[in-house]
């Protein structure tokens, strides 16, 4: 992760953004957040909260409805030079293989270099002379990836950029993060997956009503309350006990959050419980998507 400075003026600034279509309701509205040059910054929440929508008015590809947007000091359409976009499963051409789609994007994009097989060879991705119609998710997003990183601007909007990858790849995409704020690049991404929050300086988590927290991932998580793990099948006799009353089933067992008014050794006595600890990543994920401070 990045050493931050203030001292530059921000990569991007929005104010007021709201977006909506037609005569819907708005997917956002009054929305102001601004991204600091070299930061990393997630921007998470469930599916249809508009993260994706956000990103693609940050990149130019759609017009606010309300607000205003500055991209470097520009209006993002004039700042495209300055940026790459990944919106997911949007950017490989089906009827090219990857190699095609490779040598189509570099022509394309003014500040494409021929790291892409680098960056493709990092991520494992091989069956480069196969059509893309015929990868599996996590090979389009490998190439997705592959396209984008190797484009050198300083200010990289990737969408769900590890969806379909599994544990190692992740892993290697994150390391590719570290090393792009070390270069002092800015990138803001969207994620609905917990194991993405150790990759970011900052994270915004965002619903369809605008942003529900906004900090660095340590302060989040100490903002977060203690977690009750429960054991299997005692949880609804302690749900009072519990922020909204709600259990996740997650990998790590049955957990709940602490209710503000709760002692944790009064609960850790309660017939059930299994253990009152530290949130991890999921929970933290889970208490901001789902439960909200």
Same mark, same amino acid.
């Given at each position: 992760m990045s050493e931050l400075s203030s001292d530059a003026d921000p990569a991007v600034e929005a104010h007021g953004l709201t977006k909506s279509f037609g005569d819907h309701p708005p997917v956002f509205a009054g929305v102001d957040l601004t991204f600091q040059r070299g930061e990393t910054t997630l921007l998470m929440g469930p599916n249809g909260? /508009?993260?994706?929508?956000? $990103? @693609?008015?940050?990149? /130019?590809?759609l017009r606010p409805s309300a607000g205003s947007i500055s991209v470097f000091g520009e209006q993002p359409r004039d700042a495209r030079s300055q940026l790459v976009f990944m919106l997911q499963d949007g950017l490989a051409v089906d009827d090219l293989s990857g190699r095609e789609n490779a040598a189509f994007y570099t022509a394309l994009?003014?500040? #494409?270099? &021929?790291?892409?097989?680098?960056? #493709?060879? @990092? $991520?494992?991705?091989? #069956?480069?002379?196969?059509?893309?119609?015929?990868?599996?998710?996590?090979?389009?997003?490998?190439?997705?990836?592959? $396209?984008? +990183?190797?484009?050198?601007?300083?200010?990289?909007?990737?969408?769900?950029?590890?969806? *379909? +990858?599994?544990?190692?790849?992740?892993?290697?995409?994150?390391a590719m993060l570290d090393d792009l704020a070390d270069a002092g690049r800015t990138v803001v991404a969207t994620s609905h997956s917990p194991r993405d929050l150790r990759a970011a300086d900052r994270l915004v988590f965002f619903d369809s009503d605008g942003i529900v927290a906004d /900090?660095?991932? @340590? *302060?989040?998580?100490? *903002?977060?309350?203690?977690?009750?793990?429960?054991? &299997?099948?005692? /949880? &609804?006799? +302690?749900r009072p006990l519990l922020r909204d009353d709600r259990l996740f089933d997650t990998d790590a067992g049955r957990r709940g959050f602490l209710a503000a008014d709760v002692d944790p050794e009064t609960v850790a006595d309660q017939q059930g419980v299994r253990a009152v600890e530290a949130p991890t990543a999921p929970d933290v994920f889970n208490y901001y998507v789902h439960i909200q401070p």
């Open positions: 909260s /508009g993260k994706t929508v956000l $990103l @693609s008015c940050l990149a /130019g590809g994009h003014p500040d #494409a270099t &021929d790291r892409w097989q680098e960056v #493709a060879d @990092s $991520l494992e991705l091989d #069956a480069l002379d196969r059509r893309v119609a015929d990868y599996s998710g996590g090979m389009r997003r490998k190439l997705e990836l592959a $396209l984008t +990183l190797s484009v050198d601007v300083p200010l990289y909007l990737l969408d769900e950029p590890t969806a *379909a +990858l599994d544990p190692t790849t992740v892993e290697r995409f994150h /900090g660095e991932p @340590s *302060a989040l998580r100490e *903002a977060t309350p203690s977690v009750v793990v429960v054991e &299997d099948g005692a /949880g &609804d006799g +302690l």
